[in-house]
């Protein structure tokens, strides 16, 4: 059977690439992506949690996790090439509305731990730049994700936020290496600005919930058992007329208006009035049922201004972190204070403070990440 699997695989691709002259690598990467998804050795229950506790540092690197990712040695060089290619189309069929299932983000996840650990192999072989190449890797397969809904921009955060982590863990390798420091800060740059915000998917899974936000579709949600909502609501909406249909999805862009000037609020004042939009939809679906796919959907994304500021915060930390380093190559000596214009803390909107340290320094936000009801501080150590 596995035989058979591969053969239509590389059959498969050759279709895909024969329109021109078989070249290589395709102009889509999600050929290869899908390609090297079909290659992967699925871990077993003990690999899989042991990747999982790894990534969140619960354990170190042992010989399981190590003979895992040699047998996918292959599997990784795929992902790295299609990394690289700028198109990315994963050929979903928006038209399946509610029922559309996105397989790949899990995938895409899976091959975010095997590559940050494929990372931490790298840095115990002192190959700090090899370590470097699977985290930037993670970025731009976040970047691949999509933003077409807010489950794929979820993932993005996610895939992104494993990236920074990862990296964060090299950086007192390579603490007096200024062109290394200078180059990866460099790449750094060219992803965020290659990432789209949060603000862009929900604009656009907006549209897509508009446009199947009808009779037809919650019969199917119904019989497909997807669980977006109670069933017991689902059949109360089947019992409402046509122009019931049409009175939710005004209510929802309305909603959904609201939702997206909120975000462009600094993230304090965000984050309230995301809390007391999702409270008034609570309280007007009691009463108006054209309400209710309002409230439903609205309970997925009203704490996106946390997501985000999570994720960005980290990031800028990284990159003032460089900057900081990169002073300290140079110079020989940590700076005394925060040098201007670094990046900014986004849950505050303002610089970091900051603190050297008996081994390094420490960045600290301003501002608290409301929905965990902390302050993040991020930790640099530099090279002895």
Not at 141 to 151: L, S, Y
Request: proline share 3%; with cysteine; net charge negative.
């Amino acid at each position: 059977m596995k035989t058979l699997i591969k053969t239509i695989l590389i059959v498969t691709v050759l279709l895909v690439s024969a329109g021109r002259a078989f070249a290589y690598p395709p102009d889509n990467a999600a050929v290869l992506y899908y390609k090297s998804f079909m290659l992967l050795e699925e871990p077993n229950d003990t690999v899989k949690e042991m990747l999982r506790d790894l990534k969140d540092g619960k354990i170190g690197l042992n010989e399981q996790i190590r003979q895992y990712i040699e047998r996918n040695r292959k599997v990784i060089d795929e992902i790295i090439t299609a990394a690289e290619i700028k198109n990315c189309d994963w050929g979903l069929d928006f038209s399946e509305g509610f029922a559309l299932e996105l397989l790949h983000l899990t995938k895409c996840r899976q091959m975010a731990y095997i590559l940050a650990a494929d990372a931490k192999i790298f840095s115990e072989k002192g190959d700090y730049g090899e370590a470097l190449e699977r985290c930037l890797t993670i970025h731009k397969m976040g970047v691949h994700v999509g933003d077409e809904t807010i489950v794929q921009g979820l993932v993005d955060n996610a895939i992104g936020y494993l990236a920074n982590k990862s990296i964060m863990e090299i950086l007192p390798n390579i603490s007096n290496d200024s062109d290394t420091l200078e180059h990866l800060r460099w790449r750094l740059v060219d992803v965020s600005n290659k990432r789209s915000s949060l603000k862009t998917a929900i604009a656009n899974d907006a549209e897509l919930c508009l446009e199947h936000m009808n009779r037809e579709e919650v019969d199917a949600m119904i019989k497909a058992d997807i669980g977006i909502m109670p069933k017991d609501k689902l059949d109360k909406i089947l019992r409402e007329d046509d122009e019931f249909f049409a009175r939710s999805r005004e209510y929802y862009r309305s909603v959904m208006t609201r939702m997206q000037s909120i975000l462009e609020l600094p993230y304090p004042e965000a984050y309230q009035k995301s809390e007391d939009l999702s409270r008034e939809l609570e309280n007007v679906a009691k009463k108006k049922p054209e309400a209710i796919m309002a409230e439903f959907l609205y309970s997925s994304i009203y704490r996106i201004s946390t997501i985000e500021a999570r994720y960005k915060t980290y990031h800028n930390a990284v990159l003032a972190g460089i900057d900081i380093y990169l002073i300290r190559a140079k110079t020989g000596e940590l700076p005394d204070e925060l040098p201007a214009g670094l990046p900014k803390d986004m849950f505050s909107g303002r610089d970091f403070l900051y603190e050297k340290t008996g081994d390094g320094f420490i960045l600290k936000c301003q501002g608290k990440d409301l929905t965990q009801n902390i302050v993040h501080q991020y930790e640099f150590k530099v090279a002895k």
